[in-house]
């Protein structure tokens, strides 16, 4: 009989658990090998156009505390995967950071910490968390337009949904699994997709019919976007072939939502393939906008000024127009919000904004 | 008539109330709250002072009682020598009354206005008389006075006087009444005495407070501490107004007598130079000199050459001192160190003989997160006021404390930190910066000085944290190779369905140090000390460890196999073979401690010092036999002194 890939992420785990082991038998410090999770080992794979990790590679090591600390949580959460599997039980990832309440020194101090371990393991077994039946929470991401999905229930049955006549307001909600063997296209008519950052952004472009009025199914991308709105985006780009565009509020930590959906976030940069969208368009708020539609700013303080340099030196950013943005942007001082646009009346950024943008990049 | 004399007449006759009232700041009377501090700092301070020169071991008992609401009745009463009948109405009833011209040395009385002083800011704001008792061992009775200071003439107004029964050998006993205002807290009279407690280990000081609260200061050594020997002033130290006094109350009939005998290190050569190099006749009269004559011999002074003053005038308190004072009276804060405290070697400043020293005590429960307290002392008096302006303070504010592992925003000012840092200046003359004799000025000399004793009491600090966080790591790493390593261990032999492995090999990889600690057990004057050597590195050791006993004898047996030469004062243990996690234990006993035992230094011979904590190695220029010499030239010269 075929081994499920719950079996095989399993044996990739032991295997990791087999080199711990023998380097005890051996006499040697215990230590494992990962690829650094900075954005200075992060390179473009030309071929698929997003961002992974490069070479450079990092040893934990049992030599000092910290490295002995993870290396023992590493034992604790692989011990505790392996239960899952073998009861075909899962958990989500909060889930498992509470159930290392119970695990003494092992235990985790912070959901970070867990999630970047879980991480830690796809990077090393090449498999996903959700074959280790670790699950995230849902992040609550929604989408508005003429599409039509048929997602399996939780019973087991499919249900097909519009995202136009079968929602409220609120819209669909997208679920931590977008695979196809739990939601399938069936069927759509829209231009374009149009993530948006915020949820005031969003609910106002809803008021506005904007998602009737210029034929784009909106995403909510609720600030940093989960895996599976990623995901969900880059099927809906490689699928459906719909041109997607970002629209965010114009400050450093809104470019990055932006550069983790075109080019992959540099936490998964292993899942980059999988979740990035390359041809992802930026719309906006840019420093340029700042100026263009003199909109209302705050200023810039010390952590933006920080992120700002810091992603004068982030490798997915060394083009000339983000080089350009970011620079005007430090040297104005100023950054604007999304809702900023609404100094010209509610209508403006579905009347007046929004077209402009749009008609820029061709569509 | 001399003009200055005339003014000397009319000034006798300004009232001496009047002349109190003008310059209150300056005799330190400016506040209610300062006033009773002064009181009691005038009356400790004689105390201290007599019971010095007598050889007395002090025991100063100092009660406030509230009168009324601003009104207190303060009583200090002492174990000292006592003060002769005929003396007391003028000790404590004439002002600026002193019992020593034309002497120098370092003592604590120079510091204020003297006790009068007290007697009259009582008269004055009370109308009450002062109340003495006083008791000399020669005689079976006391005597008691009650005493106002006459302000017209500058004399005692005795009230009553009449013998009593004390039973007591000795001592003095002052009561006044006086207006004030008590506090608790920073410059309180509850400060002063504390800091007086740290300075004079060997006095007993007994506080009652206005709620009847009592505070013992125990003291923690048993010797009368030795008096400084009074010298002759040097002539670089005499400023004009001194050499003025000096001439008319001179007995020396000629002007070169009078050089050589009334000031140290003037030689009949050196005198007769000083009179060629000011133009003045050897056989003057000194009395005859007038002012443009002494301008003229005080220049002289600066133009020979003079040898430096004898520093047999200072009186260090000394490493031991300071430490016990430093553990006596702050031991509660159970700080984890105390430095060796540095007593410098005696200098000099325009003439002035001083001496800085200076000890650090550090962590327990010292707040972190406040500026270190500095304690300020002038020859063994606290000084509680003008902080910011003192040069003791600006001292330490000057070293850049970051270097020494302290936190010091921009590298200057008050360092942050558990630490109290304690600093004595003795000398003839204080220099203070004003006549309130509040704060030190900032002579380069002195300034030198205090740089150069901070600078070795921090590094005392340093080696202590570096050390600390040596200790800290090993400590993580114990918790690592003991606790998380078996795990790891444990649950990956689990999965695996495998046998858990021998880790030793790894635990000495990642420990890799040889460990020395040591464990003492005292009782008494006896102690147990167990060694404990763990060889936490992958290798088999060989080397010899030496234990060099700070204190004590060793007594009976050393366990198992180390050499003790009763000579060298030192154990010696040869280890041949110590394989890798092999722990050996050694022990002695010790005897004759003189106080609680420190800690036994551990040389290390044979082995990279690299990966060995515990123990120092053995320097290559390093002789017992010498070093032993050294400290035996020490002691014989404590025990010399003890004999005079």
């Avoid at chain 1, 600390?69 to 073998?86: C, G, K, P, S, V």
């Avoid at chain 1, 106002?204 to 709105?229: C, F, M």
């Amino acid at each position: 009989m075929e081994k499920s890939r719950y079996e095989m992420a399993l044996e990739s785990l032991k295997s990791i658990v087999e080199k711990i082991h023998s380097d005890l038998e051996r006499g040697e410090v215990p230590s494992m090998e990962l690829p650094a999770r900075t954005k200075y080992n992060i390179v473009l794979d030309i071929t698929k156009g997003v961002w992974k990790y490069g070479d450079a590679k990092i040893t934990r090591s049992a030599k000092k505390i910290d490295g002995a600390y993870t290396l023992l949580r590493t034992m604790y959460m692989m011990d505790f995967i392996r239960e899952m599997i073998e009861q075909n039980k899962s958990s989500t990832l909060r889930e498992l950071y509470y159930i290392s309440e119970g695990w003494d020194l092992a235990k985790f101090h912070t959901q970070d910490e867990s999630n970047k371990l879980a991480e830690d393991l796809e990077i090393v077994t090449r498999f996903l968390r959700e074959d280790f039946k670790l699950r995230p929470e849902e992040d609550g991401a929604t989408v508005i337009g003429n599409i039509t999905f048929e997602e399996i229930n939780r019973k087991g049955n499919p249900k097909r949904i519009n995202c136009r006549d079968d929602v409220g307001d609120a819209g669909y909600a997208i679920p931590y699994n977008v695979e196809k063997d739990k939601l399938k296209i069936i069927s759509y008519d829209a231009d374009f997709v149009l993530a948006i950052e915020t949820g005031g952004m969003f609910d106002r472009l809803v008021e506005n019919g904007y998602d009737e009025k210029a034929r784009s199914i909106l995403v909510h991308l609720k600030g940093q976007p989960a895996r599976s709105t990623r995901r969900l985006l880059k099927r809906l780009n490689e699928e459906l072939g719909l041109p997607v565009l970002v629209f965010t509020d114009g400050d450093p930590w809104s470019f990055r939502i932006y550069a983790s959906v075109a080019y992959g976030a540099i936490k998964t940069a292993h899942l980059s393939e999988y979740l990035a969208t390359p041809t992802a368009e930026f719309i906006g708020i840019t420093a340029s906008d700042i100026v263009n539609y003199d909109l209302p700013t705050d200023r810039l303080n010390e952590k933006d000024i920080a992120a700002l340099n810091a992603e004068l030196t982030d490798p997915r950013f060394n083009t000339q127009f983000w080089k350009n943005e970011i620079e005007l942007m430090l040297k104005l001082g100023k950054k604007a919000e999304q809702q900023a646009l609404a100094k010209y009346g509610l209508n403006y950024v579905t009347d007046v904004y929004l077209p402009d943008k749009v008609s820029e990049l061709g569509i | 008539m001399d003009i200055a004399e005339e003014l000397a007449k009319k000034q006798k006759e300004i009232s001496v109330a009047e002349f109190f009232e003008k310059n209150k700041q300056i005799l330190g009377f400016d506040s209610p709250q300062k006033s009773l501090v002064m009181a009691v700092k005038e009356a400790v301070d004689n105390s201290l002072d007599a019971c010095e020169e007598a050889r007395i071991l002090p025991e100063i008992y100092v009660e406030i009682i509230r009168v009324d609401k601003d009104e207190f009745q303060l009583t200090v009463e002492d174990n000292g020598p006592g003060i002769v009948r005929r003396e007391v109405p003028k000790v404590f009833g004439q002002f600026l009354y002193g019992s020593r011209f034309h002497s120098v040395r370092q003592t604590r009385g120079q510091q204020g206005i003297g006790i009068s002083a007290v007697v009259l800011y009582s008269q004055l704001t009370t109308g009450k008389p002062a109340r003495i008792v006083s008791k000399i061992s020669n005689e079976d009775v006391a005597y008691y006075f009650e005493i106002m200071i006459d302000t017209i003439k500058n004399r005692a107004n005795v009230l009553k006087e009449e013998p009593i029964i004390v039973n007591k050998k000795s001592g003095v006993k002052i009561q006044v009444n006086l207006k004030g205002k008590y506090v608790k807290g920073k410059q309180s009279v509850l400060e002063y005495l504390q800091n007086t407690a740290i300075v004079n280990p060997h006095a007993t000081i007994i506080f009652s407070d206005p709620d009847g609260l009592k505070i013992r200061f125990e003291r923690a050594w048993n010797t009368p501490v030795e008096p400084p020997k009074e010298t002759k002033p040097h002539p670089l130290g005499v400023e004009i107004g001194e050499l003025m006094q000096m001439t008319s109350r001179t007995g020396a009939k000629k002007l070169k007598t009078f050089l050589t005998g009334d000031f140290s290190r003037i030689s009949d050569h050196l005198a007769q130079e000083i009179c060629n190099v000011s133009g003045l006749d050897c056989n003057l009269d000194p009395h005859s000199l007038k002012l443009d004559d002494l301008k003229r011999l005080h220049e002289a002074f600066k133009k020979v050459k003079i040898l430096p003053p004898s520093f047999e005038s200072l009186s260090p308190i000394g490493e031991t001192l300071i430490k016990k004072g430093l553990k006596n009276v702050l031991g509660d804060l159970k700080p984890s160190f105390y430095s060796i405290p540095v007593t410098r070697k005696p200098s000099v400043y325009s003439g002035n003989p001083f001496v800085v020293e200076v000890g650090l005590v550090y962590g327990g429960s010292i707040p972190h997160d406040e500026q270190v307290k500095v304690l300020r002392f002038a020859n063994r008096v606290p000084l509680l006021y003008q902080a910011g302006s003192c040069a003791l303070t600006r001292a330490v504010e000057n070293i850049d404390w970051r270097k020494y592992g302290l936190e010091q925003r921009g590298g200057e000012g008050l360092p942050v930190g558990p630490m109290i840092v304690l600093i004595h200046l003795g000398s003839t003359r204080i220099p203070y910066t004003s006549e309130a004799k509040e704060a030190v000025a900032e002579i380069p000399e002195i300034m030198d000085e205090l740089d150069l004793a901070l600078k070795e009491s921090a590094r005392q600090i340093k080696a202590f944290l570096i050390k600390k966080e040596v200790k800290a790591k090993l400590t993580e790493k114990f918790f690592l190779v003991q606790k998380i390593l078996p795990k790891i261990a444990e649950k990956s032999s689990k999965m695996l369905n495998k046998d858990i492995p021998n880790l030793d090999p790894v635990i000495t990889k990642i420990m890799n140090v040889l460990w020395i600690e040591e464990n003492v057990k005292q009782d008494g004057k006896n102690a147990v000390v167990d060694v404990n050597v763990s060889n936490f590195t992958p290798e088999v050791k060989n080397f010899t460890l030496y234990a060099d006993i700070p204190d004590g004898k060793v007594d009976g047996k050393i366990m198992p196999f180390g050499e003790y030469d009763e000579n060298k004062d030192y154990i010696k243990w040869y280890i041949s073979t110590m394989r890798p996690m092999e722990k050996i234990t050694f022990n002695f006993r010790l005897r004759d401690l003189k106080g609680e035992y420190g800690e036994t230094v551990y040389y290390i011979e044979g082995t990279d010092p690299v990966h060995v904590v515990g123990a120092e190695p053995l320097p290559g220029d390093w002789n017992l036999e010498a070093l032993k010499s050294i400290i035996e030239e020490e002691e014989e010269e404590e025990n010399g002194e003890e004999q005079v």
